[in-house]
């Protein structure tokens, strides 16, 4: 069995690129960092960020580039892929990219300065859902008790 899977939260590092294929479909190129933060044993705090290359296609291409700015925080889920050219120069190059098949969107700005609970999720159908995110200091969200019966393992 072989199992290729990626999910990363990160924030966009420019705003979406989107091209078009000679065959009509849409692609977006996304830069996306991730930073890992730890403790040395010394107690000295580490940070190290890592840049990952998203490709969305189709719809998923269109949605990221109306969605998706500088700065914001966003999952992608998705699949690795390497992809290798010859350069002008004639050197061979490869580069292992994230083919998006889901991304979900984290807060955004609001107007006021502050963030907005809401999430928008998007799949390579185009379907995007403008759902409201669970907000915890929200009085009139009522949590549902769970039973430990209910829990499958």
């Known amino acids: 069995m072989n199992f290729n899977k990626a999910i990363v939260i990160g924030r966009v590092t420019k705003d979406p690129e989107i091209r078009t294929t000679p065959n009509g479909q849409n692609v977006a190129s996304i830069g996306l960092a991730t930073n890992r933060v730890w403790n040395t044993n010394g107690g000295e705090r580490q940070e190290k960020v890592e840049f990952h290359s998203i ?56 107007g006021s300065g502050g963030e907005e609970n809401v999430s928008y999720q998007a799949d390579n159908t185009g379907s995007v859902d403008h759902s409201p995110m669970k907000n915890a200091n929200n009085e009139n969200n009522q949590e549902e008790e769970i039973k430990i019966e209910d829990i499958p393992f």
Do not use: H
């Open 55 to 110: 490709v969305a296609w189709g719809k998923l291409a269109d949605i990221c580039k109306q969605y998706l700015s500088k700065g914001q925080l966003v999952l992608f889920e998705g699949r690795l892929e390497t992809r290798t050219w010859e350069g002008q120069d004639g050197v061979k190059r490869s580069k292992t990219e994230i083919i998006a098949e889901n991304m979900q969107m984290g807060p955004r700005k609001s």
